[in-house]
């Protein structure tokens, strides 16, 4: 095996052991916010969680696989690390804005679920009501 | 709150259209619809200003805050469940003037509108 193919090999191992261990960190504690924004509704809450991780998944093996080929062949272990270096720092990184994107979609949707129990508008007077007997 | 209390006028023709039109759709907060000035919403609210109540739409809430006008259309809009982001929509701040001008000006011309519609009055 050349020192290349080994290149590619750890490579892919490193990104795919990163990519399950953030989708699953992102499937493990994302279950809690999206139960409270379908109040409570866990089936609900369980299958959008699936779905997003699925999304997740999708982007980031996509992403993984197109940034595999190096572009220039690599001889000694030195440039194998260099060119391990950058292109696992471009998965952290994309991985790292994939989660955020994550989260920012979580806490809008718990935002806007809690938001829609107030009136648009505020009201104009009040009057007291007589219960009915 | 769990159910809105609209007084509408029982002399317009368009009310009615509107009031059947409601009847029919999905709601996340019950409306109850009472006529305005009517012995049933005298007795109900007795400090509430009835001749207003004659003007414009009225929605008054579970536990007594009161709406008039545009603000009693964007509350039935809200408590409809296809319409609950629309009635955001419309009350957010560059679009309330528009929504205000425009639901006033149905309100103000409801009979003529309601009779060039041929509904009755």
Not at chain 2, 58 to 77: H, N, Q, R, S
Request: aromatic share 12%.
């Amino acid at each position: 095996m050349t020192i290349g193919i080994s290149t590619y090999l750890i490579y892919l191992a490193i990104s795919i052991a990163l990519t399950i261990w953030v989708a699953r960190t992102l499937h493990k504690n994302g279950r809690v916010f999206l139960v409270d924004v379908f109040h409570g509704n866990e089936a609900l809450a369980d299958s959008v969680n699936h779905l997003l991780v699925v999304g997740f998944y999708l982007i980031n093996f996509g992403y993984v696989s197109l940034a595999l080929k190096l572009g220039y062949i690599v001889e000694t272990a030195e440039q194998s690390i260099e060119a391990l270096s950058v292109k696992v720092g471009l998965v952290l990184l994309v991985l790292g804005g994939m989660h955020f994107f994550n989260l920012f979609i979580f806490s809008r949707m718990r935002r806007r679920a809690n938001t829609r129990h107030q009136p648009p508008v505020g009201p104009d007077a009040f009057t007291p009501v007589q219960q009915e007997a | 709150m769990s159910y809105l209390t609209v007084l509408y006028d029982p002399e317009c023709g368009l009310c009615k259209r509107a009031h059947a039109w409601l009847a029919d759709q999905s709601k996340l907060v019950e409306l109850n619809f009472v006529p305005c000035a009517s012995d049933e919403a005298r007795q109900r609210y007795p400090q509430l200003n009835h001749d207003l109540t004659t003007k414009d739409l009225t929605v008054v809430t579970d536990d007594g805050w009161v709406y008039f006008g545009p603000k009693a259309w964007l509350m039935v809009l809200w408590a409809l469940a296809r319409y609950r982001d629309w009635a955001y929509r419309l009350a957010a701040p560059e679009l309330l003037p528009t929504t205000k001008r425009v639901v006033s000006l149905i309100s103000q011309n409801r009979y003529q509108i309601s009779r060039a519609a041929g509904l009755a009055k």
